[in-house]
Protein backbone atom coordinates (compact mmCIF):
# COMPACT_ATOMS: atom_id res chain seq x y z
CA UNK A 1 0.00 0.00 0.00
CA UNK A 2 1.39 3.18 -0.65
CA UNK A 3 0.64 6.41 1.40
CA UNK A 4 -0.65 9.75 -0.36
CA UNK A 5 1.77 12.57 -1.41
CA UNK A 6 1.94 14.97 1.72
CA UNK A 7 0.96 17.50 -0.71
CA UNK A 8 -2.50 15.56 -1.17
CA UNK A 9 -2.97 15.80 2.70
CA UNK A 10 -3.42 19.57 3.32
CA UNK A 11 -4.03 19.06 7.22
CA UNK A 12 -1.33 16.89 7.75
CA UNK A 13 1.15 17.74 10.40
CA UNK A 14 4.79 15.99 9.95
CA UNK A 15 5.68 14.73 13.33
CA UNK A 16 8.62 17.31 15.02
CA UNK A 17 11.11 15.24 15.69
CA UNK A 18 13.51 17.32 15.84
CA UNK A 19 11.64 20.13 18.21
CA UNK A 20 11.34 17.68 20.95
CA UNK A 21 14.62 16.05 20.42
CA UNK A 22 15.63 19.90 22.55
CA UNK A 23 13.53 19.00 25.60
CA UNK A 24 15.94 17.75 28.22
CA UNK A 25 16.98 14.33 27.48
CA UNK A 26 15.23 14.80 24.24
CA UNK A 27 16.74 12.19 22.67
CA UNK A 28 15.76 9.64 25.34
CA UNK A 29 12.62 7.68 23.79
CA UNK A 30 11.94 4.20 23.56
CA UNK A 31 8.19 3.61 22.99
CA UNK A 32 5.08 5.80 21.79
CA UNK A 33 3.76 6.49 25.22
CA UNK A 34 6.61 8.34 25.99
CA UNK A 35 6.79 10.12 22.38
CA UNK A 36 3.06 11.04 23.41
CA UNK A 37 4.08 12.61 26.64
CA UNK A 38 6.66 14.84 25.48
CA UNK A 39 4.74 16.01 22.72
CA UNK A 40 2.01 16.76 24.79
CA UNK A 41 4.07 18.55 26.65
CA UNK A 42 5.79 20.25 23.58
CA UNK A 43 2.48 21.68 22.06
CA UNK A 44 0.47 22.66 25.61
CA UNK A 45 2.56 23.27 28.48
CA UNK A 46 0.49 26.08 29.30
CA UNK A 47 -3.04 24.85 28.91
CA UNK A 48 -1.83 21.23 30.03
CA UNK A 49 -2.94 20.48 33.53
CA UNK A 50 -3.16 16.62 33.63
CA UNK A 51 -2.13 13.23 31.96
CA UNK A 52 -4.10 10.45 32.98
CA UNK A 53 -2.57 6.64 31.49
CA UNK A 54 -4.77 3.62 31.31
CA UNK A 55 -4.11 0.44 29.74
CA UNK A 56 -0.18 0.38 29.56
CA UNK A 57 1.36 -2.80 30.21
CA UNK A 58 4.91 -2.81 28.70
CA UNK A 59 6.06 -5.71 30.57
CA UNK A 60 3.67 -8.43 29.24
CA UNK A 61 4.47 -7.48 25.68
CA UNK A 62 7.34 -7.64 23.42
CA UNK A 63 9.36 -3.89 23.99
CA UNK A 64 12.31 -2.51 24.90
CA UNK A 65 13.05 -3.44 28.90
CA UNK A 66 13.94 0.92 28.93
CA UNK A 67 10.35 1.28 27.80
CA UNK A 68 8.74 1.41 30.99
CA UNK A 69 11.43 3.90 32.76
CA UNK A 70 11.63 6.08 29.67
CA UNK A 71 7.42 6.52 30.25
CA UNK A 72 8.48 7.02 33.99
CA UNK A 73 10.61 9.70 33.16
CA UNK A 74 8.57 12.00 31.07
CA UNK A 75 5.88 11.45 33.49
CA UNK A 76 8.36 12.81 36.29
CA UNK A 77 9.29 15.66 33.82
CA UNK A 78 5.52 16.42 33.34
CA UNK A 79 4.97 16.33 37.09
CA UNK A 80 8.03 19.03 37.03
CA UNK A 81 6.99 21.26 34.92
CA UNK A 82 3.37 20.83 36.87
CA UNK A 83 1.26 18.54 35.37
CA UNK A 84 -0.79 15.91 37.41
CA UNK A 85 0.23 13.01 36.08
CA UNK A 86 -2.27 10.20 36.92
CA UNK A 87 -2.19 6.39 36.40
CA UNK A 88 -4.88 3.76 36.19
CA UNK A 89 -4.15 0.82 38.91
CA UNK A 90 -4.14 -1.69 35.80
CA UNK A 91 -0.89 0.05 34.56
CA UNK A 92 2.15 -0.96 35.41
CA UNK A 93 4.12 1.72 35.79
CA UNK A 94 5.95 3.04 38.80
CA UNK A 95 6.39 -0.49 40.52
CA UNK A 96 9.53 -2.06 41.55
CA UNK A 97 10.57 -4.92 39.77
CA UNK A 98 13.27 -7.02 40.15
CA UNK A 99 15.00 -9.11 37.75
CA UNK A 100 15.45 -12.77 38.82
CA UNK A 101 18.55 -15.38 37.89
CA UNK A 102 17.08 -19.06 37.04
CA UNK A 103 18.29 -21.47 34.86
CA UNK A 104 15.47 -22.00 33.10
CA UNK A 105 16.00 -22.38 28.38
CA UNK A 106 14.19 -20.27 26.80
CA UNK A 107 12.10 -21.95 23.89
CA UNK A 108 12.24 -25.38 26.05
CA UNK A 109 11.06 -24.34 29.84
CA UNK A 110 8.30 -22.99 29.81
CA UNK A 111 7.43 -19.87 32.65
CA UNK A 112 5.75 -16.42 33.01
CA UNK A 113 7.37 -13.44 32.36
CA UNK A 114 6.00 -11.88 35.61
CA UNK A 115 5.95 -13.60 38.93
CA UNK A 116 3.20 -11.15 40.98
CA UNK A 117 3.79 -11.77 44.57
CA UNK A 118 1.94 -8.79 45.61
CA UNK A 119 -1.60 -10.67 45.66
Not at 11 to 36: N, V
Not at 70 to 98: K, M, T
Amino acid sequence: MLLEPWDKLPKATIFPHEELRRQPRGSYHCSSIDWMISYALHIGVADLTDIYIAGVQMRHHEEPISATPCIEYWCGYAQGLGVNVRVAPSCDLFYNYHLVRSRYVYGYDSWDLIEDRTK
